[in-house]
Nanobody
Framework: VQLQASGGGLVQAGGSLRLSCVAS????????KAWFRQVPGKEREFVAG????????YYADSVRGRFSISRDDADNKVYLQMTNLKPEDTAVYLC???????????????????WGQGTEVTVSS
């Protein structure tokens, strides 16, 4: 089972990036999915999540209004559209899947979670 994230890169402040995460090895069409980010020396931070069923969404305050998460269950993918990027958005972004959105948001010790490898986002000022 693998979650593969891609789409990171170097962008100037105010720019946009779209991250993608594709699952292989099993289907996650009925799982909640989320994006986290991590900066060296800091705790991993929940960024955005999308639930199942119904595709409800939740965003960290720091990204609400600038980032948008979406899912494509037919292709086993989840996306993160990032706009108006700021230098403080610089981090390694990781995708994750778990049974529900609340668990993704609140339970960092969940044993049912699948993590993808990260994709690096660098925002220059």
């Amino acid at each position: 089972v693998q979650l593969q994230a891609s789409g990171g890169g170097l962008v100037q402040a105010g720019g946009s990036l779209r991250l993608s995460c594709v699952a292989s090895g099993r289907t996650f069409s009925n799982w909640a999915k989320a994006w986290f980010r991590q900066v060296p020396g800091k705790e991993r931070e929940f960024v955005a999540g999308v639930g199942w069923p119904g595709a409800s969404t939740y965003y960290a305050d720091s990204v609400r209004g600038r980032f948008s998460i979406s899912r494509d269950d037919a292709d086993n993918k989840v996306y993160l559209q990032m706009t108006n990027l700021k230098p403080e958005d610089t981090a390694v972004y990781l995708c994750a899947a778990d049974h529900d959105l609340r668990t993704l948001r609140e339970d960092s010790t969940s044993r049912s979670r699948y993590w993808g490898q990260g994709t690096e986002v660098t925002v220059s000022s």
